[in-house]
């Protein structure tokens, strides 16, 4: 071995192409690098020691383009050659060091797949990456040799599942996939979190920042959501993952609840003062402690979250005077209708004083929910997790 590394030494004494001595060993990559003219020299030995693991086998970082610095030249057929064709260059000299260059690089097998993971970094978060990146391996990585065997060898419904999420997603009709490498990955990465969201592995997010910042659309996402959730079942299927445990019903009720909440008061905050602002918070906040949303025991629980929260925003706008307009604003938020969440809102003032709907007064319009709360709001679990949300600035919200 001591010889081995003392021949290794004498080769890479001066660089290849412009015999400058200023050379720098890296052992982690197995490459020598010319500081003069850049080019890169794949050593011919790796040792042990020298982070092989890194390099080759299942697990490489980095994958190696050719085992001999001069194999491809040998060879021909180079990708330049074939693009531009050797005849006619007018620096020959240059094109053949870049071409040289070009060959000794050590590169990410998979560089889409750490596009997503840039993506989901940037957007989300960093916890949300160090969560959701095996998800990002299972979405843009191919199956392994072994499971590429057994998987020719299925039906063709799990076959097509079993392929890789990612080239489904970029192969879609146009409106569907993305216009380009970046948008897709923005894609795919909203997808991943949306579904973590949904299954409980993290909290959920707002699409609608990712989508003006991206350009995209919800079918997007959706269809993203969708083909990397079949191919994970499918993995399932196959014994080669497993699936998290999901939320309970009262769990996912709760995060729509708060979501809707955290949407429609974002929206409100660019339309009311800040007095009007805290006196329709707070009794809305009421409103919802009153139904006993957020607990499993929940009143309102036959009616969709936007659509109570939309309702119970316009009650409480309307105990203040501060109705009109306010259902065409409310209806804005989640693309529901103003005539709507007006016929709603009559239907449960109109139930509620009947007797036919019992929400503890939460729809009596004779006096405001903060005077029939006689707890305080912070004993609600639901409104401690909104506040608490206001308090920390943070947006973790549904999808």
Same mark, same amino acid.
């Given at each position: 071995?001591?010889?081995?590394?003392?021949?290794?030494?004498?080769? /890479?004494?001066?660089?290849?192409?412009?015999?400058?001595?200023?050379?720098?060993?890296?052992?982690?990559?197995?490459?020598?690098?010319?500081?003069?003219?850049?080019?890169? !020299?794949?050593?011919?030995?790796?040792?042990?020691?020298?982070?092989?693991?890194? /390099?080759?086998?299942?697990?490489? !970082?980095?994958?190696?383009?050719?085992?001999?610095?001069?194999?491809?030249?040998?060879?021909?057929?180079?990708?330049?050659?074939?693009?531009?064709?050797?005849?006619?260059?007018?620096?020959?000299?240059?094109?053949?060091? /870049?071409?040289?260059?070009?060959?000794?690089?050590?590169?990410?097998?998979?560089?889409?797949?750490?596009?997503?993971?840039?993506?989901?970094?940037?957007?989300?978060?960093?916890?949300? /990456?160090?969560?959701?990146?095996?998800?990002?391996?299972?979405?843009?990585?191919?199956?392994?040799?072994?499971?590429?065997?057994?998987?020719?060898?299925?039906?063709?419904?799990?076959?097509?599942?079993?392929?890789?999420?990612?080239?489904?997603?970029?192969?879609?009709?146009?409106?569907?996939?993305?216009?380009?490498?970046?948008?897709?990955?923005?894609?795919?990465?909203?997808?991943?979190?949306?579904?973590?969201?949904?299954?409980?592995?993290?909290?959920?997010?707002?699409?609608?920042?990712?989508?003006?910042?991206?350009?995209?659309?919800?079918?997007?996402?959706?269809?993203?959501?969708?083909?990397?959730?079949? !191919?994970?079942?499918?993995?399932?299927?196959?014994?080669?993952?497993?699936?998290?445990?999901?939320?309970?019903?009262?769990?996912?009720?709760?995060?729509?609840?708060?979501?809707?909440?955290?949407?429609?008061?974002?929206?409100?905050?660019?339309?009311?003062?800040?007095?009007?602002?805290?006196?329709?918070?707070?009794?809305?906040?009421?409103?919802?402690?009153?139904?006993?949303?957020?607990?499993?025991?929940?009143?309102?629980?036959?009616?969709?979250?936007?659509?109570?929260?939309?309702?119970?925003?316009?009650?409480?706008?309307?105990?203040?005077?501060?109705?009109?307009?306010?259902?065409?604003?409310?209806?804005?938020?989640?693309?529901?209708?103003?005539?709507?969440?007006?016929?709603?809102?009559?239907?449960?003032?109109?139930?509620?004083?009947?007797?036919?709907?019992?929400?503890?007064?939460?729809?009596?319009?004779?006096?405001?929910?903060?005077?029939?709360?006689?707890?305080? !709001?912070?004993?609600?679990?639901?409104?401690a997790k909104f506040r608490l949300g206001k308090v920390c600035g943070k947006r973790f919200s549904l999808s």
């Open positions: 071995m001591i010889e081995d590394k003392k021949e290794m030494k004498q080769e /890479l004494t001066q660089c290849d192409e412009c015999c400058s001595k200023d050379l720098k060993h890296v052992p982690q990559k197995g490459e020598t690098w010319c500081n003069e003219c850049g080019l890169v !020299h794949k050593d011919q030995k790796t040792e042990a020691s020298d982070n092989g693991a890194a /390099l080759f086998g299942e697990g490489a !970082h980095y994958q190696a383009v050719r085992n001999d610095k001069d194999i491809n030249r040998r060879l021909g057929g180079t990708g330049p050659k074939m693009k531009y064709g050797s005849r006619g260059v007018v620096n020959a000299k240059k094109y053949y060091l /870049l071409e040289k260059i070009d060959r000794s690089s050590s590169r990410n097998p998979h560089p889409f797949a750490q596009r997503v993971k840039n993506n989901i970094e940037t957007l989300y978060g960093r916890h949300a /990456l160090h969560i959701l990146e095996f998800l990002v391996e299972m979405s843009c990585r191919p199956l392994t040799g072994e499971q590429e065997v057994i998987r020719k060898k299925q039906d063709k419904s799990l076959n097509g599942r079993l392929g890789m999420p990612k080239q489904s997603i970029c192969r879609k009709k146009k409106g569907i996939k993305g216009s380009s490498d970046e948008q897709n990955a923005v894609i795919i990465a909203a997808g991943i979190v949306e579904l973590a969201g949904e299954i409980g592995l993290m909290p959920k997010f707002d699409r609608r920042a990712t989508m003006e910042q991206a350009g995209i659309v919800p079918k997007q996402i959706r269809n993203a959501r969708i083909s990397i959730n079949r !191919h994970w079942k499918a993995r399932v299927t196959m014994g080669w993952a497993t699936m998290p445990p999901r939320k309970e019903a009262d769990d996912k009720r709760e995060d729509g609840i708060v979501q809707a909440m955290e949407h429609i008061f974002d929206m409100l905050g660019d339309h009311l003062n800040q007095e009007d602002y805290e006196r329709v918070l707070y009794e809305t906040e009421a409103r919802l402690a009153l139904l006993k949303e957020g607990t499993s025991k929940a009143l309102s629980i036959n009616i969709e979250e936007r659509m109570l929260v939309s309702v119970s925003v316009y009650a409480s706008l309307t105990t203040f005077g501060l109705q009109s307009g306010a259902a065409d604003l409310l209806a804005g938020v989640f693309g529901l209708t103003s005539s709507g969440i007006r016929s709603r809102y009559d239907a449960l003032v109109k139930e509620s004083a009947s007797g036919k709907f019992q929400g503890n007064g939460a729809f009596d319009m004779s006096q405001t929910c903060e005077e029939l709360l006689n707890e305080p !709001h912070e004993q609600n679990a639901l409104i």
